[in-house]
């Protein structure tokens, strides 16, 4: 593969996440001060959090690279299946740790906080928990096919996401608002392994077949 295009396709995943952000974005603004500061709390203490998922896909894809060059498939599978269980583990460490003090940071990110800015806060929050192992699982897959070459595959993931933000802002924000808008971010966590998962499976299976007739 030619690594010159890593750049390139690693710029437009970001850019599409980015822009199915801004489509959240736009529909939470018509939701009220309250709504918004809400979730602006929650998603910094999110973005903290993740860290764990983004440090394990970083790993994954370190992983998965050092392995393509000598063609050691069951090696990658090996590693694939211990970084969904890290995944997995590193989920309910983040579900816990919100049961147990999303309060506290509450009060860390936020000034006089309302009763109804707080409400609204766990409401999302509790929300993005369901996405949590799914999210675990988009960043292992993802950067799994990035390091095997298959970056358009992985961007194809990307336009997922955004499609599943942009539905949820078309089918849900209108008749449910803010409590529609929350959903948005597991929709779009969920959506996005649809072209992933398959394709890694394919890969995997392909490659190892094709190592056998080698040998």
């Given amino acids: 593969r030619d690594l010159h295009s890593f750049p390139t396709r690693r710029s437009s995943d970001l850019a599409i996440t980015?822009?199915?952000?801004?489509?959240?974005?736009?529909?939470?603004?018509?939701?009220?001060?309250?709504?918004?500061?809400?979730?602006?709390?929650?998603t910094k203490i999110q973005n903290i959090l993740?860290?764990?998922?983004?440090?394990?896909?970083m790993t994954v894809a370190t992983y998965v690279g050092q392995n393509m060059g000598k063609r050691d498939f069951l090696r990658i599978r090996k590693g694939?299946?211990?970084?969904?269980?890290?995944?997995?583990?590193?989920?309910?460490?983040?579900?816990?740790?919100?049961i147990f003090f999303l309060d506290l940071g509450i009060r860390f990110f936020g000034e006089d906080v309302t009763e109804n800015i707080r409400n609204d806060c766990?409401?999302?929050?509790?929300?993005?928990?369901l996405g949590y192992i799914p999210l675990s699982f988009l960043f292992v897959f993802r950067n799994a096919l990035q390091a095997m070459g298959e970056g358009f595959v992985a961007l194809l993931g990307g336009i997922c996401e955004l499609?599943?933000?942009a539905f949820v802002v078309i089918l849900l924000a209108a008749p449910f608002g803010y409590y529609g808008?929350?959903?948005?971010?597991?929709?779009?966590?969920?959506?996005?392994?649809?072209?992933?998962?398959?394709?890694?499976?394919?890969?995997?299976?392909?490659?190892?077949?094709?190592?056998?007739?080698?040998?």
């Fill in 122 to 129: 766990h409401y999302f929050m509790n929300c993005c928990m």
């Fill in 80 to 98: 694939i299946r211990t970084a969904l269980f890290l995944g997995i583990s590193c989920a309910l460490f983040c579900i816990l740790f919100l």
């Fill in 163 to 165: 499609i599943a933000r």
């Fill in 50 to 57: 993740t860290q764990l998922f983004h440090a394990l896909g």
């Fill in 181 to 215: 808008i929350c959903y948005g971010h597991t929709a779009a966590w969920t959506l996005a392994l649809l072209p992933l998962i398959p394709f890694y499976l394919y890969k995997m299976r392909t490659q190892t077949k094709a190592i056998q007739n080698e040998k």
């Fill in 18 to 42: 980015a822009a199915a952000t801004m489509i959240i974005q736009i529909a939470l603004n018509k939701c009220g001060t309250d709504s918004i500061a809400a979730f602006t709390i929650g």
